[in-house]
Protein backbone atom coordinates (compact mmCIF):
# COMPACT_ATOMS: atom_id res chain seq x y z
CA UNK A 1 0.00 0.00 0.00
CA UNK A 2 1.68 2.66 -1.14
CA UNK A 3 -1.02 5.32 -0.11
CA UNK A 4 -0.30 8.98 -2.65
CA UNK A 5 2.84 8.88 -5.10
CA UNK A 6 3.05 12.05 -7.02
CA UNK A 7 5.62 12.17 -10.24
CA UNK A 8 8.16 14.04 -10.76
CA UNK A 9 9.52 14.57 -7.93
CA UNK A 10 11.56 17.68 -9.08
CA UNK A 11 10.82 19.63 -12.59
CA UNK A 12 12.75 22.53 -14.16
CA UNK A 13 10.46 24.28 -16.96
CA UNK A 14 11.28 27.41 -18.95
CA UNK A 15 8.46 29.90 -19.56
CA UNK A 16 5.65 28.51 -22.76
CA UNK A 17 6.42 24.83 -21.38
CA UNK A 18 3.88 22.63 -20.49
CA UNK A 19 4.11 19.14 -18.12
CA UNK A 20 1.76 17.08 -16.57
CA UNK A 21 2.11 16.51 -13.09
CA UNK A 22 1.39 12.66 -12.46
CA UNK A 23 -0.79 11.27 -9.05
CA UNK A 24 -1.96 7.99 -8.27
CA UNK A 25 -3.56 6.58 -4.70
CA UNK A 26 -4.23 2.38 -3.79
CA UNK A 27 -6.85 3.66 -1.21
CA UNK A 28 -9.26 3.42 -3.33
CA UNK A 29 -10.60 6.88 -2.58
CA UNK A 30 -13.43 8.55 -4.47
CA UNK A 31 -12.33 11.90 -4.03
CA UNK A 32 -8.61 13.40 -4.75
CA UNK A 33 -7.23 16.85 -4.80
CA UNK A 34 -4.33 19.22 -6.12
CA UNK A 35 -2.64 22.15 -3.84
CA UNK A 36 0.10 24.04 -4.11
CA UNK A 37 2.18 25.77 -1.77
CA UNK A 38 4.50 28.62 -2.20
CA UNK A 39 7.45 29.74 0.19
CA UNK A 40 5.65 31.41 3.54
CA UNK A 41 2.66 30.48 2.91
CA UNK A 42 -0.15 27.51 4.02
CA UNK A 43 -1.54 25.30 0.61
CA UNK A 44 -4.43 26.55 -1.91
CA UNK A 45 -6.72 24.57 -3.32
CA UNK A 46 -6.65 24.37 -7.69
CA UNK A 47 -8.64 21.57 -8.28
CA UNK A 48 -10.14 18.60 -6.60
CA UNK A 49 -12.58 15.97 -8.26
CA UNK A 50 -15.08 13.72 -6.12
CA UNK A 51 -15.40 11.38 -8.16
CA UNK A 52 -14.17 9.59 -11.31
CA UNK A 53 -15.33 11.64 -14.54
CA UNK A 54 -16.10 15.01 -12.16
CA UNK A 55 -13.96 18.03 -11.49
CA UNK A 56 -14.48 21.24 -9.39
CA UNK A 57 -12.35 24.32 -9.73
CA UNK A 58 -10.84 25.27 -6.19
CA UNK A 59 -8.64 28.69 -5.03
CA UNK A 60 -6.87 29.06 -7.63
CA UNK A 61 -8.02 27.22 -10.82
CA UNK A 62 -6.36 29.76 -13.43
CA UNK A 63 -3.42 28.31 -15.86
CA UNK A 64 -3.97 24.80 -14.86
CA UNK A 65 -6.21 22.01 -16.13
CA UNK A 66 -6.73 18.47 -14.43
CA UNK A 67 -8.12 15.33 -15.00
CA UNK A 68 -9.35 12.06 -13.50
CA UNK A 69 -8.43 9.36 -15.80
CA UNK A 70 -9.87 6.93 -13.60
CA UNK A 71 -10.56 6.14 -9.65
CA UNK A 72 -6.51 5.83 -9.29
CA UNK A 73 -5.17 8.43 -10.78
CA UNK A 74 -5.62 12.59 -10.77
CA UNK A 75 -3.27 14.65 -13.55
CA UNK A 76 -2.60 18.43 -13.16
CA UNK A 77 -1.18 20.04 -16.48
CA UNK A 78 0.11 23.41 -16.97
CA UNK A 79 -0.38 24.76 -20.69
CA UNK A 80 2.00 27.40 -20.83
CA UNK A 81 3.94 27.42 -17.93
CA UNK A 82 4.83 31.12 -15.88
CA UNK A 83 7.29 31.83 -13.19
CA UNK A 84 4.25 32.83 -11.12
CA UNK A 85 3.27 29.14 -10.98
CA UNK A 86 6.87 27.59 -9.60
CA UNK A 87 5.64 26.21 -6.62
CA UNK A 88 5.26 23.51 -4.69
CA UNK A 89 2.10 20.94 -5.79
CA UNK A 90 0.39 18.44 -3.51
CA UNK A 91 -2.17 15.53 -4.30
CA UNK A 92 -4.44 14.45 -1.42
CA UNK A 93 -6.78 11.98 -1.55
CA UNK A 94 -10.06 12.06 0.69
CA UNK A 95 -10.48 8.96 3.44
CA UNK A 96 -13.65 9.92 4.53
CA UNK A 97 -12.55 12.60 7.36
CA UNK A 98 -8.90 13.42 6.58
CA UNK A 99 -6.78 14.25 3.85
CA UNK A 100 -3.98 12.14 2.89
CA UNK A 101 -1.15 14.16 0.97
CA UNK A 102 1.58 12.69 -1.50
CA UNK A 103 5.58 13.51 -1.10
CA UNK A 104 5.14 17.04 -3.36
CA UNK A 105 6.04 17.77 -6.36
CA UNK A 106 8.68 20.89 -6.37
CA UNK A 107 8.27 23.17 -9.76
CA UNK A 108 10.40 25.60 -10.64
CA UNK A 109 9.49 27.96 -13.99
CA UNK A 110 12.39 29.97 -15.22
CA UNK B 1 -14.39 30.69 1.21
CA UNK B 2 -12.68 30.13 4.81
CA UNK B 3 -10.13 32.55 6.34
CA UNK B 4 -7.96 30.84 8.61
CA UNK B 5 -5.51 33.12 10.72
CA UNK B 6 -2.25 31.90 12.85
CA UNK B 7 0.74 33.76 14.44
CA UNK B 8 4.07 33.07 12.27
CA UNK B 9 6.42 31.91 15.18
CA UNK B 10 6.25 30.36 18.06
CA UNK B 11 9.45 29.89 20.40
CA UNK B 12 9.66 27.39 23.38
CA UNK B 13 12.66 25.49 25.94
CA UNK B 14 12.85 22.07 25.15
CA UNK B 15 10.66 20.04 27.83
CA UNK B 16 7.83 22.94 28.14
CA UNK B 17 4.33 22.69 26.81
CA UNK B 18 3.58 24.68 23.40
CA UNK B 19 0.26 25.82 22.45
CA UNK B 20 -0.26 27.05 19.10
CA UNK B 21 -3.23 29.24 18.09
CA UNK B 22 -5.99 29.47 15.20
CA UNK B 23 -8.98 31.10 14.54
CA UNK B 24 -11.29 30.51 11.45
CA UNK B 25 -14.06 32.27 10.05
CA UNK B 26 -16.26 29.45 8.28
CA UNK B 27 -18.66 27.73 11.01
CA UNK B 28 -19.79 25.64 8.55
CA UNK B 29 -16.05 23.49 8.31
CA UNK B 30 -17.08 19.56 9.52
CA UNK B 31 -13.61 18.85 10.53
CA UNK B 32 -10.79 20.97 12.04
CA UNK B 33 -6.59 19.53 11.61
CA UNK B 34 -3.29 19.93 12.60
CA UNK B 35 -0.65 19.41 10.23
CA UNK B 36 3.23 19.26 10.30
CA UNK B 37 5.47 20.14 8.17
CA UNK B 38 9.39 19.49 8.33
CA UNK B 39 11.96 21.26 6.03
CA UNK B 40 11.48 19.98 2.37
CA UNK B 41 8.90 17.20 3.44
CA UNK B 42 4.95 16.71 3.30
CA UNK B 43 2.44 17.09 5.28
CA UNK B 44 1.71 14.86 8.40
CA UNK B 45 -1.50 14.44 9.90
CA UNK B 46 -1.33 15.12 13.39
CA UNK B 47 -4.81 15.23 14.50
CA UNK B 48 -8.27 16.63 14.04
CA UNK B 49 -11.35 16.92 15.81
CA UNK B 50 -15.20 17.38 14.57
CA UNK B 51 -16.61 20.47 14.70
CA UNK B 52 -19.26 19.43 16.86
CA UNK B 53 -16.37 18.43 19.46
CA UNK B 54 -14.57 20.49 22.23
CA UNK B 55 -11.55 18.73 22.62
CA UNK B 56 -9.49 15.79 21.60
CA UNK B 57 -6.82 14.37 23.05
CA UNK B 58 -3.70 11.75 21.82
CA UNK B 59 -0.58 11.02 23.54
CA UNK B 60 1.04 14.44 23.60
CA UNK B 61 -1.32 16.55 22.27
CA UNK B 62 -4.68 17.92 23.14
CA UNK B 63 -6.92 19.82 20.47
CA UNK B 64 -9.29 22.62 22.02
CA UNK B 65 -12.25 23.84 19.71
CA UNK B 66 -14.26 27.12 20.83
CA UNK B 67 -17.01 27.18 18.47
CA UNK B 68 -18.33 30.60 20.05
CA UNK B 69 -15.31 32.12 19.19
CA UNK B 70 -13.93 30.25 16.26
CA UNK B 71 -10.83 29.38 18.04
CA UNK B 72 -8.64 26.62 17.50
CA UNK B 73 -5.17 25.24 19.66
CA UNK B 74 -3.19 22.85 19.85
CA UNK B 75 -1.46 22.05 22.45
CA UNK B 76 1.83 19.95 22.47
CA UNK B 77 3.08 18.94 25.62
CA UNK B 78 6.76 18.14 27.16
CA UNK B 79 8.13 19.55 23.36
CA UNK B 80 11.36 17.71 22.32
CA UNK B 81 13.84 19.16 19.78
CA UNK B 82 12.07 16.02 17.19
CA UNK B 83 8.56 19.12 17.62
CA UNK B 84 10.50 21.67 15.54
CA UNK B 85 8.69 22.28 12.35
CA UNK B 86 5.55 24.34 10.66
CA UNK B 87 2.11 23.52 12.02
CA UNK B 88 -0.69 24.16 9.91
CA UNK B 89 -4.39 24.73 10.82
CA UNK B 90 -6.92 23.97 8.24
CA UNK B 91 -10.86 23.35 7.92
CA UNK B 92 -12.94 21.69 5.63
CA UNK B 93 -14.14 18.63 4.54
CA UNK B 94 -14.92 16.44 1.18
CA UNK B 95 -14.71 19.47 -0.87
CA UNK B 96 -11.16 20.55 0.09
CA UNK B 97 -9.31 22.32 3.03
CA UNK B 98 -8.47 25.63 3.48
CA UNK B 99 -4.83 26.46 5.41
CA UNK B 100 -3.33 28.78 7.37
CA UNK B 101 -0.22 30.46 6.88
CA UNK B 102 1.72 27.80 9.21
CA UNK B 103 3.28 28.33 12.76
CA UNK B 104 7.08 27.91 13.15
CA UNK B 105 7.81 25.50 16.67
CA UNK B 106 11.54 26.81 17.86
CA UNK B 107 13.02 24.79 20.03
CA UNK B 108 15.28 26.11 22.52
CA UNK B 109 17.44 23.49 24.26
Known amino acids: NAGVTQTPKFQVLKTGQSMTLQCAQD?????MYWYRQDPGMGLRLIYY???????DKGEVPNGYNVSRLNKREFSLRLESAAPSQTSVYFC?????????FGPGTRLTVT | GEDVEQSLFLSVREGDSSVINCTYT??????LYWYKQEPGAGLQLLTY?????DMKQDQRLTVLLNKKDKHLSLRIADTQTGDSAIYFC?????????FGKGTHLIIQP
Open chain 1, 49 to 55: SASEGTT
Open chain 1, 27 to 31: MNHNS
Open chain 1, 92 to 100: ASWTGNEQY
Open chain 2, 90 to 98: SGGGADGLT
Open chain 2, 49 to 53: IFSNM
Open chain 2, 26 to 31: DSSSTY
